[in-house]
């Protein structure tokens, strides 16, 4: 199986702050990378695709970059809204795996 | 838009087997990959497998002895098998759709607790 390790497992951030999340894959995955934002109660949002492409309704406040082996998810301008657990995920091969989460709360 | 629901016992008792249904409504089930994942609770997410369409099935090795996806296209629905529970399957059990080779759509889930 593939392992997804993110960094942190947890962030602290003010409203307005820019913060990254970083997801590293066991193997390379090329852009097979996926990242997820889920809030309290609720199911896991799509919020980039292969590594850099924005979903559908998504704002572009959310960013995703990356190839191989190293991934990044980077948040701009932090609004309330945004604070969650984000979940990084490879569909190169089967078992898809996912990161263990990064909590961002709020400081 | 398609939408997904599960739908299913909260209870199980051990040893017996998880059934869960996912509906899909705004979109056909014919066509596109649906996947099981489930996320026990405070922790991380799993994928458990998926079916496509057609009928062919992928599982994850950790649980493939356990599990059975099916579909039932005349109703727009998969569902879910998993035997032989303990208490290590409860979890929040979310159905999702695989667009090409990400999870695009999901339901909202559905928590199941094993405990006798």
Excluded: H
């Amino acid at each position: 199986d593939i392992q997804m390790t993110q960094s942190p497992s947890s962030l602290s951030a003010s409203v307005g702050d820019r913060v990254t999340i970083t997801c590293r894959a066991s193997q390379s995955i090329s852009t097979y990378l996926n990242w997820y934002q889920q809030k309290p109660g609720k199911a896991p949002k799509l919020l980039i695709y292969a590594a850099s492409s924005l979903e559908s309704g998504v704002p572009s406040k959310f960013s995703g970059s990356g190839s191989g082996t190293d991934f990044t998810l980077t948040i701009s301008s932090l609004q309330p809204e945004d604070f969650a657990t984000y979940f990084c995920q490879q569909s190169y091969s089967t078992p898809y795996t996912f990161g263990q989460g990064t909590k961002l709360e709020i400081k | 838009q398609v939408q997904l629901q599960e739908s299913g016992p909260g209870l199980v008792k051990p040893s017996e087997t998880l059934s869960l249904t996912c509906t899909v409504s705004g979109g056909s089930i014919s066509s596109y990959y649906w996947s099981w994942i489930r996320q026990p609770p405070g922790k991380g997410l799993e994928w458990i497998g998926y079916i496509f369409y057609s009928g062919s099935t992928s599982y994850n090795p950790s649980l493939k002895s356990r599990v059975t996806i099916s579909l039932d296209t005349s109703k727009n629905q998969f569902s879910l098998k998993l035997s032989s529970v303990t208490a290590a399957d409860t979890a929040v059990y979310y159905c999702a759709r695989l667009s090409r080779a990400y999870f695009d759509s999901w339901g909202q889930g559905s928590l199941v607790t094993v405990s006798s």
